[in-house]
């Protein structure tokens, strides 16, 4: 049993059950074999088991698909009248109805490559020739269904609305060609349409067949590259459910997309669009597929209220010349083999010829009705898009079959240079010559297939417009094209679109600003200055928007992250620019350092005029008593300290740098090391209880000022070495601010040793602290060196923590409050005797 016997096997199981369903016939040297879907559904009868099957029976007459066949048979007649094309060789046709299902059309498939038909209109004999090549499916689903049956046989097709990308496998569909463009491209253009209007929240409604599920798979890969997000997904039932028809009605109605992309064939859509208008929603723009962009039977008055602006995708036009009056010319007198042409003249005219079995009410027709008075669908040729694709198939056989007749005897494609005999055509030959088939239609147009069995991709962009009588208009509005060379892929004219609730969008210079593009988003744009943070639990086109961290910065609308400034630079206030940092340093121009200058300049008088005021009481008890060669010394000591804080103030500078340490260090060791014998010569004195003690002959004043001078200068020589190996330097500070610090880097330890030899002189003095009342030095000392230690303990964690040019406030605050420490501590008393009490500047007092 081979192969072709599977196939009449098949067809005889079937055989009882369609045996209802009519066929048109007209017989040539080749046959070809065409697949319609002139009725849109299928009658079902008793499935009970309890009775005799009946003739399968179809209903929904469609107008337009009838004209499908009409351009069928229009083209056949044209190649038949043209010597040039195929010479001696007329092409006959066997046209079937498959009534829009995949079961009818599987098996009017198998009828006319076996010739097993039992109801042959125009045949003069009772078995019909097979055919080699089939035109159809409509549908996508029933073309896989045929393909992968056929394919095996290697059978072609040439189907002129199948559009379903999945039929571009050429492993599972190997003799499958087309004139319709590929749904891969029509998703990518939607896509690109999304894009272009920034359409990133999309609803999506699709057929429950090959056409929808595929369609709407393509179309989600092709929209990740956009960032487009899915709000929410619906699946037209096959089989009509009042309930989900509702159900997507809801979603569509509660959804926040205002875009609804839509993969589904116009018998499916159909219902849901007719509850759309019902239910009064005119806010969302619809986005059709080539399967009802142009359809007469969704674009009426009635839905234009809701459905005015919709864009879509349609196949490319054509005028065909002589369609119309080809289409006008036919009568059921004049044409009684056709089997189909009783019922298109009762339902177009609304008339009987008599010819149902069972009543009708209608009147009976005149035989004198026109289709020149009538304007249907039929005979309207402003719209030849899929009838343009039959049209094209048709030809595409044609020049496959002129490609055979033109081969040559030894030059042929096949085993030995063999050439295909035209008598006795073989399928898979037929196969061979489609794939390098090259020519062009009447209309200009070339035909090819790629190596996918696939046209060139093109498309026009229509949008719905109301017509001044309420109707409604196609207008063109761009195009995208995908064939080779083409430089503008997708343009679109965006001045002419009518948006859903007919409004559009104005364009002047003047109204730009009061633009109608319907915005479809799940949330706003983040604007510069913002990016955009996902929402948990959310599609990637839900999101916050938060304002890009101090230093980050995001120029363009929608950024997904914030971009860090340079170093030198800092982020503005509205965090969208990236501008230079302002420099710190504690300048002289600002309230703070005239401040610190202030009390610096005047800490330096106070002093200079304490030591005046010793220098005039220089010979009276107390200055003496006090040791007044180390008090005048010490008043010097803190002249300096009050006077290097200046150094302090201003920018940084490479001598200010140097400077400022070197001067602080060598006057504060100075000024300590002058407490520090102070407080060795008074603890020494009052410690030496033994009569006759000589003790104090070693810390005298040759003694006091060499340790003062031994100090000085191991001071002098550590900045030496210091400035020599290691200086102070200026240096910016680029931290994560707002400003550039400038400042002095020191890397030296001499701060520490000022602090260490104040605690020496801190201990000495505490061991003081007991001496007799009447004379206060040591105490003097002792509360002066713990207000300094205080200063320079509470200095360090201030000095750290304080920011910029704060840090050198703290540090000249440090430098200050521990030399009006010592000023207050040990000289205010003393000139309070000297200027106010001087009855107690006596010997007998001290």
């Known amino acids: 049993m081979n192969l072709y016997s599977l196939l009449y096997f098949a067809l005889i199981f079937h055989r009882r059950i369609y045996r209802g369903l009519k066929h048109l016939y007209k017989k040539g040297d080749i046959t070809i074999g065409g697949l319609f879907p002139i009725h849109t559904r299928v009658l079902a009868g008793d499935q009970s088991f309890q009775y005799k099957p009946q003739f399968l029976q179809c209903e929904g007459f469609d107008f337009r698909t009838f004209r499908w066949v009409q351009a069928m048979r229009f083209a056949m007649e044209e190649i038949n009248n043209n010597t040039e094309l195929l010479p001696n060789v007329t092409l006959g046709y066997a046209i079937a109805d498959t009534c829009l299902t995949q079961r009818t059309a599987l098996r009017e498939a198998l009828a006319l490559v076996t010739g097993e038909r039992e109801t042959v209109s125009g045949s003069s004999c009772g078995r019909a020739p097979d055919v080699p090549v089939i035109i159809g499916d409509a549908s996508s689903s029933g073309s896989v269904v045929i393909a992968r049956t056929l394919g095996v046989f290697r059978i072609p097709m040439v189907s002129y609305f199948a559009s379903c990308a999945c039929l571009s496998d050429k492993n599972k569909f190997p003799s499958f060609f087309r004139t319709v463009p590929s749904d891969y491209f029509q998703a990518r253009a939607m896509a690109k349409l999304l894009k272009r209007f920034g359409w990133t929240w999309v609803g999506v ?316 988003v799940c949330s706003e744009t983040c604007l510069p200055g913002t990016w955009k943070a996902a929402q948990k639990g959310r599609p990637a086109c839900c999101f916050d928007c938060r304002p890009c961290a101090d230093g980050e910065i995001s120029n363009i609308t929608g950024s997904v992250e914030c971009k860090k400034c340079p170093p030198t630079y800092w982020s503005n206030a509205q965090k969208t620019a990236c501008v230079p940092k302002e420099t710190e340093y504690l300048s002289y121009q600002e309230t703070m350092g005239i401040i610190l200058a202030a009390i610096s300049i005047g800490g330096a008088a106070i002093t200079a005029c304490v030591i005046c005021t010793f220098f005039h009481f220089r010979e009276t008890p107390i200055v003496k008593a006090n040791n007044s060669e180390l008090s005048f010394l010490l008043l010097v000591s803190l002249v300096l300290c009050f006077l290097c804080s200046l150094a302090f103030i201003g920018q940084p500078l490479p001598w200010s740098c140097k400077l400022r340490h070197t001067a602080f260090g060598v006057s504060f060791v100075l000024c300590i090391s002058c407490v520090l014998s102070k407080t060795v010569v008074v603890l020494v004195a009052f410690r030496s209880t033994l009569p006759g003690s000589n003790i104090m002959r070693h810390f005298g004043p040759v003694q006091q000022r060499a340790g003062i001078l031994f100090c000085t200068l191991v001071q002098v020589l550590i900045c030496v070495l210091w400035l020599t190996l290691s200086p102070p330097y200026p240096s910016r500070l680029l931290e994560q601010s707002a400003k550039i610090i400038l400042e002095c880097n020191v890397g030296s330890v001499l701060g520490f040793a000022c602090v260490l030899g104040a605690c020496v002189c801190f201990v000495l003095a505490f061991l003081a602290r007991k001496l007799p009342d009447n004379f206060n030095e040591a105490k003097l000392i002792t509360f002066s060196m713990l207000i300094f230690c205080a200063v320079w303990v509470t200095f360090v964690p201030a000095y750290i923590s304080s920011p910029g040019k704060y840090t050198v406030a703290v540090e000249i605050f440090a430098i200050l409050s521990s030399s009006y420490g010592l000023l207050v501590c040990i000289f205010v008393p003393k000139c309070y005797i000297l200027l106010l009490k001087p009855e107690r500047n006596t010997k007998k007092q001290l």
């Not at 080539?290 to 009426?300: D, F, G």
């Not at 094209?392 to 005897?409: E, F, H, N, R, T």
């Open 205 to 520: 409604i699709a057929g429950d067949d090959d056409y929808g599920k595929f369609g709407i798979q393509i179309f989600r890969e092709e929209i990740k590259n956009f960032d487009v997000c899915i709000a929410f997904s619906e699946i037209i039932p096959k089989v009509y459910s009042e309930e989900k028809i509702f159900e997507i009605i809801k979603a569509v109605k509660l959804s926040t997309a205002k875009v609804i992309v839509t993969f589904a064939i116009q018998s499916d859509i159909i219902f849901v669009l007719e509850q759309i208008v019902n239910q009064n929603i005119t806010d969302k723009q619809w986005i059709a597929t080539e399967a009802w962009i142009t359809s007469s039977l969704v674009s009426t008055p009635r839905n234009l209220h809701s459905l005015e602006g919709t864009l879509g995708f349609a196949l490319r036009r054509a005028e065909i010349k002589g369609l119309k009056s080809f289409l006008e010319r036919i009568h059921p007198a004049s044409d009684p083999t056709d089997p189909f042409i009783a019922e298109f003249w009762e339902t177009m005219f609304k008339c009987s010829l008599g010819l149902l079995t069972s009543p009708t009410l209608k009147p009976n027709c005149s035989g004198l009705e026109k289709l020149e008075s009538v304007k249907s669908i039929y005979n309207d040729v402003s719209q030849l898009r899929a009838t343009y694709n039959v049209y094209k198939a048709v030809y595409s056989i044609a020049l496959a079959l002129q490609d055979m007749l033109l081969c040559g005897p030894g030059k042929g494609p096949f085993e030995n240079g063999t050439c295909p005999d035209i008598t006795d055509l073989q399928p898979w030959q037929l196969v061979h010559y489609l794939k390098e088939v090259h020519g062009s239609t009447p209309v200009g147009e070339k035909i090819y297939f790629d190596e996918n069995g696939d046209p060139a991709a093109s498309y026009d962009i229509i949008n719905w417009q109301k017509e001044a009588d309420g109707s409604v208009k196609f207008v063109k509005v761009g195009q995208f094209d995908a064939s080779e060379g083409s430089e503008n892929e997708f343009n679109i004219e965006e001045d002419s679109v009518v948006w859903t609730g007919g409004q559009r969008e104005v364009s002047t210079f003047i109204l730009k600003f009061f633009t109608h593009v319907p915005q479809s």
